[in-house]
């Protein structure tokens, strides 16, 4: 069975840090990626990495604060300097099928944790 487990998140304020991780068990992922839903928002695409070029996409708004990393199993998701507008569940998604990349789009992922609360105060 296919299990994606986040943890790390939790209460910041504003120009604080936190590290996010992600568990996969039950087969390996070529493409892990992080994505985030603030209330009455739509899910969006937040960083993405392939296993086995580490090749790394991040979204526009968190460019230079955050950093991706992973190791077969795991990804892990480092944000620096957080700021309100970060407030959000996290979650963690993997993709399985073909083609390998780093796609943007919620629906291009088939595998999802339950996600994790990121709450930023000013």
């Known amino acids: 069975q296919v299990q994606l487990v986040e943890s790390g998140g939790g209460v910041v304020q504003a120009g604080e840090s936190l590290r996010l991780s992600c568990a996969a068990s039950?087969?390996?992922?070529?493409?892990m990626a992080w994505f985030r839903q603030a209330p009455g928002k739509e899910r969006e695409f937040v960083s993405g990495?392939?296993?086995?070029?580490?090749i790394t996409s991040y979204a526009d708004s968190v460019k230079g604060r955050c950093t991706i990393s992973r190791t077969v199993n795991t990804v892990s998701l480092q944000m620096n300097d957080l700021k309100p507008d970060d407030t959000a569940v996290y979650y963690c998604?993997?993709?399985?099928?073909?083609?390998?990349?780093?796609?943007?789009?919620?629906?291009?992922?088939?595998?999802w944790g339950q996600g994790t609360q990121v709450t930023v105060s000013s």
């Open positions: 990495i392939t296993n086995f070029a580490r």
């Open positions: 998604a993997a993709r399985s099928i073909l083609p390998a990349g780093i796609m943007t789009t919620p629906h291009a992922y088939d595998y």
């Open positions: 039950g087969r390996t992922f070529n493409t």
